[in-house]
């Protein structure tokens, strides 16, 4: 009998096809735990810092610092998704792939190289990372082979354009629906070329070719993107649509990105990518024991015949 998905209070339980993902020696068991997702630019132009861990060893710094504070995950990307010159495979290769090496003779954390070009993906998966995080939503081909051929995850993420290119007002008659039917065609484009399906994971694309209503109406009815049945990524930290719902500059949206993200979170998200690593883990590590899965650190309040003032 198909398992369905079920609501636990204002929880909505995504029913996994394949909730266990090993990641080298790191495994994620998605029925039980959110993954967090930090985030490593090493770009001069990143939206959100500047440039700040452009230089190689501010980019390994950082990234080290982000699994000391908690990250299970960590995404490296050198090139952005807004509309600019394309950066060359040769120079998006050297800004990443040296950061991943070094991330990985330290640690086991997921590594996520944030790419679409397969010359970059393979020389990422060689160095270490375990997933292709790829903005396009697997359009091509080519970078379908690499990931197949070396047995490295996938992140889907819907987009209508590809990075750097200008696109023009979005339009969507029902943009969960089409967001959602395009994640499903191209997972099925995926496993017809030979991707395993436990190796899948797909992303919305918050504010991705999307304006602030559409934004907020995926986070609305995440579970409907979750109900696909594959670990779904929630990319809201810092994003335009939460500037401009609250009137916020991009250093000040730490509070709209956690409550964006604890709403994926109980809409059914299992891997929320956020650039507040410390906030961040707090906030899972609260859900996740609501949700029974890990005890708290410690119980004091009400438990003996006095409570403590």
Not at 48 to 68: I, K, M, P
Not at 86 to 91: G, W
Not at 97 to 114: K, L, M, T, Y
């Amino acid at each position: 009998m198909e398992k369905l998905p079920v609501r636990t209070g204002a929880q909505f339980i995504p029913q996994l096809l394949h909730a266990r993902h090993d990641f080298g020696s790191r495994v994620l068991d998605f029925d039980n735990q959110i993954a967090l997702m930090a985030i490593i630019n090493r770009t001069p132009d990143s939206f959100y810092d500047g440039g700040r861990t452009f230089a190689l060893e501010a980019a390994v710094d950082a990234s080290l610092q982000a699994v000391a504070d908690g990250a299970d995950w960590v995404d490296i990307g050198g090139a952005p998704f807004a509309p600019g010159p394309a950066i060359p495979a040769a120079e998006e290769a050297d800004r990443i792939v040296p950061v991943i090496q070094a991330v990985r003779e330290a640690s086991d954390v997921v590594i996520s190289a944030d790419t679409f070009l397969p010359e970059v993906a393979e020389q990422a998966i060689m160095a270490g990372a375990n997933v292709v995080n790829d903005t396009t939503g697997l359009r091509n081909r080519d970078l379908a082979a690499v990931i197949s051929q070396t047995g490295a995850h996938v992140v889907i993420t819907h987009s209508l354009a590809e990075p750097r290119t200008v696109l023009g007002r979005p339009n969507y008659t029902d943009v969960v629906t089409e967001v959602a039917d395009f994640l499903v065609r191209q997972v099925e484009l995926a496993v017809s070329l030979g991707i395993s399906e436990d190796r899948i994971l797909v992303d919305p694309g918050h504010d991705l070719n999307k304006n602030t209503m559409h934004s907020l109406e995926i986070t609305r009815r995440f579970s409907e993107i979750a109900g696909l049945g594959y670990p779904t990524l929630a990319a809201v930290s810092n994003k335009d649509f939460i500037g401009e719902t609250l009137d916020r500059p991009k250093k000040a949206r730490d509070e709209g990105s956690l409550a964006a993200a604890v709403m994926c979170a109980l809409g059914g998200a299992r891997i929320l990518r956020m650039h507040n690593v410390t906030a961040a883990r707090s906030t899972i590590n609260l859900i996740e024991a609501a949700m029974g899965w890990r005890e708290p650190v410690y119980l004091r309040h009400n438990m003996g015949e006095f409570n403590q003032p």
